[in-house]
């Protein structure tokens, strides 16, 4: 995207170093610039801001408060949109702090090796995104109750889908579907926002199986129209501990005219982990009746293998996290090495999620991946849209 607008922050204690990445940032084309040598003085400039900055860039190792200490109060008070981690410091450390303000709702752009330079800044600039700002959402007023039942019965929530396509060819085989709730002013409330209030208020269940039937009307549409796609459904903890889930989704499923084995459902590591005998029971038996089972967001709910080996799952989804700089960094390349290497023991298929460059991608296929996801393929759309957005798909050439 073009970075002429953003408004990026400088957080470090050398002042060498500190005017080199503002002169470097401004070569970029980029002029609302902020610094500050330390983590009380970037507070400081942050809190007296009416809004938030775009970008920090921040040193680790900084004097009086650390740079890990600084990204918890800029996440936790709402001051950025996203960060980039710039440190001489060890790998390992550099993914920890990432993963910490992933945790704690930023996004994270990437991580620089000292010394800077305008190729790298730029690199990892660009992978800032305007519309997903899940990580720093706008002060809003609180979602109600009556709200999302008002939703729900005027079918507000949307489907939207995003394609997955097999590395070795290219070819899109599969979409995931992604709800979105779109507002009258055209303001658009992501899931990380809606989704748990629908838990809070135990509206999950009409929620689940109103997107699936859109979803399967959707499928349906497409196979008539000659684009038969595999579709992915997330499945909430909610829906595993009804008894009645598996033969209920059966039902709704064929009545819009699909088979369960064009269906795979997914589910986030960290729900089998707190896995009850009763939603084992559930998983068992939807697989029995022919849906796929996803393990989504694989590597972060540290799920033992042995769990992982007792449920019929299909398929794997190694987490985006994992995926994104995989190619800068050595231990996020161990970890999709080992993850594919475990899905081809235990029979499953996978996919890697957060495909945003041809280095990626390539990374991936030469791992033996079979699946790609991500906005290098193709961004989340509507159901109308989809079929251009597949059309429009070209496979990086090496």
């Known amino acids: 995207?073009?970075?002429?607008?953003?408004?990026?922050?400088?957080?470090?204690?050398?002042?060498?170093?500190?005017?080199?990445?503002?002169?470097?940032?401004?070569?970029?084309?980029?002029d609302d610039l902020l610094e500050a040598a330390d983590g009380h003085a970037a507070l400081d400039q942050l809190r007296a801001r009416d809004r938030p900055v775009d970008i920090i860039v921040v040193d680790?190792?900084?004097?009086?408060?650390?740079?890990?200490?600084f990204i918890g109060h800029v996440a936790d008070a709402r001051l950025a949109r996203s960060v980039v981690v710039a440190s001489a410091l060890?790998?390992?450390?550099?993914?920890?702090?990432?993963?910490?303000?992933?945790?704690s709702g930023l996004q994270v752009l990437g991580s620089i090796e000292k010394p800077l330079s305008a190729g790298k800044l730029a690199a990892v600039l660009s992978n800032f995104r305007a519309?997903?700002?899940?990580?720093?959402?706008?002060?809003?007023?609180?979602?109600?109750?009556?709200?999302?039942?008002?939703?729900?019965?005027?079918?507000?929530?949307?489907?939207?889908?995003?394609?997955?396509?097999?590395?070795?060819?290219?070819?899109?085989?599969?979409?995931?579907?992604?709800?979105?709730?779109?507002?009258?002013?055209?303001?658009?409330?992501?899931?990380?926002?809606?989704?748990?209030?629908?838990?809070?208020?135990?509206?999950?269940?009409?929620?689940?199986?109103?997107?699936?039937?859109?979803?399967?009307?959707?499928?349906?549409?497409w196979a008539a129209d000659g684009m038969k796609l595999r579709l992915s459904v997330n499945l909430s903890a909610?829906?595993?501990?009804?008894?009645?889930?598996?033969?209920?989704?059966?039902?709704?499923?064929?009545?819009?005219?699909?088979?369960?084995?064009?269906?795979?459902?997914?589910?986030?590591?960290?729900?089998?982990?707190c896995g009850s005998p009763a939603s084992l029971t559930v998983l068992a038996r939807?697989?029995?009746?022919?849906?796929?089972?996803?393990?989504?967001?694989?590597?972060?709910?540290?799920?033992?293998?042995?769990?992982?080996?007792?449920?019929?799952?299909?398929?794997?989804?190694?987490?985006?996290?994992?995926v994104t700089g995989s190619t800068r960094v050595a231990r996020k390349r161990a970890v999709i090495?080992?993850?594919?290497?475990?899905?081809?023991k235990l029979e499953l298929d996978v996919i890697g999620e957060g495909v945003e460059t041809t280095e990626e991608w390539e990374l991936l296929a030469r791992q033996g991946c079979g699946m790609a996801q991500g906005f290098l393929i193709g961004r989340p759309a509507s159901a109308d849209r989809l079929p251009g957005v597949v059309a429009d798909w070209r496979r990086p050439v090496a």
């Open 337 to 344: 090495e080992a993850s594919i290497e475990l899905a081809r």
């Open 238 to 273: 909610t829906t595993l501990s009804d008894p009645d889930a598996a033969d209920r989704l059966e039902a709704l499923v064929r009545a819009e005219g699909v088979d369960p084995f064009d269906v795979v459902l997914e589910i986030t590591e960290g729900t089998i982990i």
């Open 60 to 69: 680790l190792d900084l004097p009086g408060m650390d740079g890990v200490e």
């Open 131 to 221: 519309d997903g700002g899940e990580a720093v959402p706008d002060a809003e007023a609180p979602i109600t109750e009556a709200m999302l039942q008002s939703a729900l019965d005027g079918d507000r929530f949307e489907p939207w889908f995003q394609p997955q396509a097999e590395l070795l060819n290219g070819k899109v085989l599969a979409v995931e579907m992604l709800a979105r709730w779109p507002q009258a002013d055209g303001r658009m409330i992501e899931p990380v926002r809606f989704i748990p209030a629908l838990e809070k208020f135990g509206l999950m269940k009409p929620f689940t199986e109103s997107m699936l039937a859109r979803a399967c009307r959707h499928r349906a549409r």
């Open 286 to 322: 939807l697989r029995l009746k022919g849906f796929g089972l996803s393990i989504d967001d694989f590597g972060t709910g540290y799920a033992s293998l042995s769990r992982l080996s007792h449920v019929p799952f299909t398929e794997l989804k190694i987490d985006r996290g994992f």
């Open 90 to 103: 060890d790998s390992a450390l550099i993914g920890t702090v990432e993963l910490i303000a992933q945790a």
């Open 1 to 30: 995207m073009a970075l002429q607008g953003l408004c990026v922050m400088v957080v470090e204690d050398h002042g060498f170093q500190r005017r080199m990445a503002l002169r470097l940032l401004a070569d970029l084309g980029l």
